[in-house]
Antibody
Framework: QVHLQQWGAGLLKPSETLSLTCAVY????????WSWIRQPPGKGLEWIGE???????TYSPSLKSRVSILRYASTSQITLKLRSVTAADAAVYYC????????WGQGTLVTVSS | DTQVTQSPSSLSASVGDRVTITCQAS??????VNWYQQKPGTTPKLVIY???NLETGAPSRFSGSGSGTDFSFTITSLQPEDAATYYC?????????FGQGTKLEIK
């Protein structure tokens, strides 16, 4: 059974870089494309970007200038980096495979405060 | 970019009622639509994939239909535990997008 586990710093100061990691356990890492999604408190779901199994990434136009998603096949992990965070980036961040029978990580709450 | 318009934004219904939520896409999406249920403080839970396939473990009172640009999610015989927010999500083309969400309240 495939399982996603994510981790990373939960408290950032404005202008810092958000960095999260998502590990895929139980196989099939290379069979899927992996996305990051976020959800601000009390709001809806926002897609951040996807990295395909060939390493190509596509990002949300609204975040493209600040975001990067990488994959590491040797460890079955993907990472999210979001530069120059502000209070508007405070949210629960999820990793997931969104195509078809999607699988989600448990979510990581990120707070931005000086 | 494909825009997804979900309606209604909120809904109140009684136990036993039939409720339907719709999503309309700005471009053709074939059947590449998922539906999720999210309860407060929890991760979105997949209930329908590929527009009409019931995810394992999801109640059989849940169903999805549609193709192209118009999709719907229906709950027949509403139960108290169905109170949640429901989202559609398209994966036909990048960038992916989610509907705005429908908050379902049980009267």
């Amino acid at each position: 059974q495939v399982h996603l586990q994510q981790w990373g710093a939960g408290l950032l100061k404005p202008s810092e870089t958000l960095s999260l990691t998502c590990a895929v356990y139980g196989g099939s890492f290379s069979d899927h494309h992996w996305s990051w999604i976020r959800q601000p408190p009390g709001k809806g779901l926002e897609w951040i970007g996807e990295i395909k199994n060939d390493g190509r990434s596509t990002y949300s136009p609204s975040l493209k200038s600040r975001v990067s998603i990488l994959r590491y096949a040797s460890t079955s992990q993907i990472t999210l980096k979001l530069r120059s965070v502000t209070a508007a980036d405070a949210a629960v961040y999820y990793c997931a495979n969104l195509r078809g029978r999607s699988l989600w990580g448990q979510g990581t709450l990120v707070t931005v405060s000086s | 970019d494909t825009q997804v318009t979900q309606s209604p934004s909120s809904l109140s219904a009684s136990v036993g009622d039939r409720v339907t939520i719709t999503c309309q896409a700005s471009e053709h999406m074939s059947v590449y639509v998922n539906w999720y249920q999210q309860k407060p403080g929890t991760t979105p839970k997949l209930v329908i994939y590929d527009a009409s396939n019931l995810e394992t473990g999801a109640p059989s009172r849940f169903s999805g239909s549609g193709s192209g640009t118009d999709f719907s999610f229906t709950i027949t015989s509403l139960q108290p535990e169905d109170a949640a927010t429901y989202y559609c999500q398209q994966y036909a083309s990048l960038p992916f997008s989610f509907g705005q969400g429908t908050k379902l309240e049980i009267k």
